[in-house]
């Protein structure tokens, strides 16, 4: 009984004391926690196309080149390149003294076996195909690589500053690493453990070739999928940084003062897709009928939380954008009289196939039916899951009108690739806009591409086999001491390099 | 003292009897007229007033995300539900009893082969063959009642083939057999009204889980579609605004609980009350 007695005050002390050693209130060395929205299939950024990945992948590994926020691309480990012989090939000069983080030098060696590796078919990296014009890779010393292409290609340094083109250390590729579980690359941050469906840990890349970044001891990914629960994650200080593409719950973190979100726009274009090979949606004019009757700033406001209407098949913030909005602005009553003209009443039920796993194309595909009736056309919708309708709507255009959202890449082909031919799912076909298309996949001088895709972009703003609605807002919820998160909109990767907490 | 906990009890049993009924005439008028209940259309959007409190004016349970009225798309939530619940438990009813009668009164090889069917269909989790059976025939209302039908036929074919066995050995439809009396008006006259009792009891309690089923498909998306009012789907859209406009889901949800409350308290009564043991 006497030993219990000494015993609780002892145990107290012994808890206080290593308490005393840290000063209260100085800076905390702790990791930054983001929310990932699901569990990344692999890390190895070429075996998948998961977007998940290369969010985590983004600070494990570099690219030659990177697009900064605007989507122009900048130096990363090539210091600098240029386009010889007409755009057939391309030399970079490689950023010298920069290392793995398993301490290995990196050279051109490693360039040239990484672009191998995609190109194999073993590897079956699904972006294989946007590196087939690459013919021949030339090192003529370690920090030289030429690329020898079989045709110009105006994409490929694009594809080169995307995820997949993250350059892995040949030594490691060549003994068979596992890439996918134990990532080893040049980026900011060092992996350091992946609990499957629980939480990835990097730690800080000392010697990253950035002088002085990253400024932070680490990123901790926690694996939650439910919104609601990320959003109270934030809200009890248990995370530092979500990523939201909805507005619902903004209400509700402005309202806390130790969390503040920033608004990006994303590279999505937002549209309401018409199968143009049926009837009566093939009429021009049920389609422009269509796009007179839609509110469009409505829609992004109630469904999609906020954005930039768009009036083409182009994100708002893409340096290939250029503005048609004025061309199907909302008027309800032109849409009667076209619908008049064209002879069209409610006794043909246009049918809406909806993803029902994406609740704002759900929300979305709502109000467009409720604006669609007004003007006398009537509307069924008919949910599917997600497997389904890249079926039967992607594949097969099974249906009338359908809501989805396009995802933009770093280069405006991408986005256009097979438009204009009866390959994509809206059937349209426009002969000009597919072989403008194919021309400026091999023009390099950016003011001419420029020239050719605003006139594609304007003739589909005219032929609407879409409602373009526009680019919606994403939000980032992060702590209000938080400074310097990046977001690169085209490639969806989160960037913690000039991550600072004050 | 126990007669007065009985009393008691006796008096709460009734209370609840009373409200339970009540509550179940309430949808069932509500199912009718649904258009003298609602003030507003419950698939009309009004983008202006959306996420309204409830006790706003002119909508008494407040807006959902889209500005359409709770109460409304509540009140005429009940049509489909009712309709689906009717319908569904009717064709279990139907062919539970074929099945049932064809195994309890032939017997042999046709009974083996029935009930292993039905034991088959049992074996699968509820919701599991309402998702496989929808999928195969495909998203809406219709497909829905007939799944959900199917998948409780084994429930009354059990049911049925005991209670045939079991009346069919009695004595006074021995006698009456040996008397001469036709299969067919044994059935009819002894075998049916006797097990009436127990299908009314397990209808309602049946009725209780299609409810909650048919909500399911449609929080899943495989039910009703929108813009149409159900609870389910009612309960889909409200998850996300959970923090935000908790009341989208507290309505429909609370309706539900007490459908399948009042639904399951009275079929424990009716069996209770039906049953012959009792006297």
């Known amino acids: 009984m006497k030993a219990m007695k000494l015993f609780v005050p002892m145990g107290l002390i012994l808890l206080i004391i290593p308490t005393l050693g840290f000063p209260r209130g100085a800076k905390e060395e702790k990791p930054i926690r983001m929310a990932l929205s699901g569990n990344p299939d692999t890390l190895d950024p070429q075996k998948t196309a998961g977007t998940l990945t290369f969010q985590v992948t983004k600070s494990i590994y570099d690219t030659l080149v990177e697009p900064d926020e605007k989507g122009n691309l900048v130096p990363a480990l090539a210091e600098g390149w240029e386009f010889q012989d007409e755009g057939r090939r391309i030399l970079f000069r490689l950023r010298k003294g920069v290392t793995f983080h398993d301490g290995t030098p990196f050279t051109s060696k490693d360039v040239a076996i990484t672009l191998k590796r995609i190109q194999d078919k073993n590897t079956g990296s699904p972006h294989a195909a946007e590196y087939s014009q690459i013919e021949r890779i030339d090192t003529p010393d370690p920090s030289t690589v030429i690329l020898q292409l079989s045709s110009p290609s105006a994409p490929l340094l694009a594809t080169l500053a995307s995820g997949w083109s993250a350059i892995l250390p040949a030594h490691l590729i060549e003994s068979g690493h596992d890439f996918g579980s134990k990532p080893v690359g040049s980026g900011p941050f060092r992996f350091k453990s992946w609990v499957r469906d629980n939480q990835i840990l990097l730690e800080k890349n000392p010697s990253y070739w950035m002088p002085g970044k990253p400024k932070v001891v680490g990123v901790e990914f926690r694996i939650i999928t439910e919104r609601s629960i990320q959003v109270q994650g934030l809200l009890s200080g248990q995370l530092d940084v979500i990523d939201m593409y909805d507005a619902i719950d903004l209400p509700l973190l402005q309202k806390n003062p130790n969390v503040k979100v920033e608004k990006v726009l994303t590279s999505l274009v937002m549209v309401l897709a018409m199968n143009t090979s049926k009837p009566p949606l093939s009429d021009l004019r049920v389609r422009q009928a269509i796009n007179f009757a839609i509110q469009k700033q409505e829609v992004l406001d109630v469904a999609y939380g906020g954005g930039v209407p768009v009036g083409t098949f182009m994100d708002a913030s893409d340096p290939y954008y250029a503005d048609y909005t004025s061309f199907y602005p909302y008027n309800p009553e032109k849409a009667k009289n076209l619908l008049k003209d064209a002879g069209v009443g409610t006794d043909r039920t246009l049918e809406m196939v909806l993803p029902q796993n994406f609740e704002p194309h759900v929300r979305a595909g709502q109000i467009y039916q409720e604006m669609l009736q007004k003007v006398g056309l009537s509307v069924k919708i008919r949910l599917v899951d997600w497997s389904t309708w890249i079926s039967d709507v992607y594949r097969k255009a099974n249906y009338d009108l359908t809501v989805i959202g396009h995802t933009g890449k770093l280069d405006p082909d991408s986005r256009l690739v097979n438009y204009g031919t009866d390959k994509t799912y809206v059937r349209w076909v426009h002969p000009e806009v597919a072989s403008l298309i194919t021309k400026a996949r091999s023009i390099v001088n950016p003011n001419e591409r420029k020239a050719l895709y605003h006139r594609v972009l304007e003739i589909m703003a005219k032929e609407v086999p879409f409602v373009y609605v526009g680019t919606s807002y994403r939000y980032v919820g992060m702590r209000k001491t938080l400074e310097g998160f990046r977001i690169q909109p085209k490639l969806d990767a989160y960037d913690f390099r000039y991550v600072e907490v004050r | ?279």
Not at chain 2, 57 to 69: H, V
Not at chain 2, 132 to 145: A, E, F, M, P
Not at chain 2, 174 to 181: I, K, M, W
Not at chain 2, 253 to 260: D, P
């Open chain 2, 1 to 279: 003292m126990r007669i007065r906990i009985r009393r008691k009890r006796q008096k709460i049993q009734k209370f609840f009897l009373f409200t339970s009924t009540m509550y179940l005439c309430f949808l069932l008028f509500a199912a009718v007229g649904s258009s003298y209940l609602a003030p507003h259309s419950p698939t009309t959007q009004n983008l202006n007033q959306r996420l309204l409190p409830p006790f706003t004016e002119g909508n008494i349970l407040g807006t959902d995300d889209l500005g359409r009225d709770i109460w409304s798309r509540i009140v005429h939530g009940t049509r489909s539900l009712l309709l689906i619940g009717t319908l569904s438990v009717g064709i279990a009813l139907a062919g539970g009893l074929v099945m049932g009668i064809l195994a309890g009164a032939i017997g042999g090889i046709v009974d083996s082969f029935i009930m292993l069917l039905m034991d088959g269909i049992l074996s699968f989790p509820t919701v599991l063959l309402a998702i496989t059976v929808v999928s195969v025939l495909g998203y809406g209302l219709v497909q829905v009642t007939v799944a959900l039908g199917i998948v409780f036929i084994p429930v009354f074919a059990r049911l049925v083939r005991a209670e045939t066995i079991s009346r069919l050995t009695e004595g006074y439809v021995e006698s009456s057999r040996a008397l001469g009396t036709p299969f067919p008006k044994i059935l009819l006259r002894h075998v049916l009204p006797n097990m009436m009792p127990d299908l009314i009891a397990q209808s309602t309690v049946t009725f209780a889980l299609v409810v909650v089923i048919e909500a399911s498909l449609s929080f899943l998306g495989l039910g009703t579609q929108p813009p149409e009012p159900s609870w389910g789907l009612m309960l889909k859209e409200s998850r996300n605004f959970l923090y935000q406009a908790p009341w989208m889901a507290v309505f429909p949800g609370l309706a539900l609980a007490a459908t399948v409350f009042s639904f399951n308290y009275l079929g424990d009564y009716l069996s209770e009350q039906l049953n012959p043991q009792r006297w």
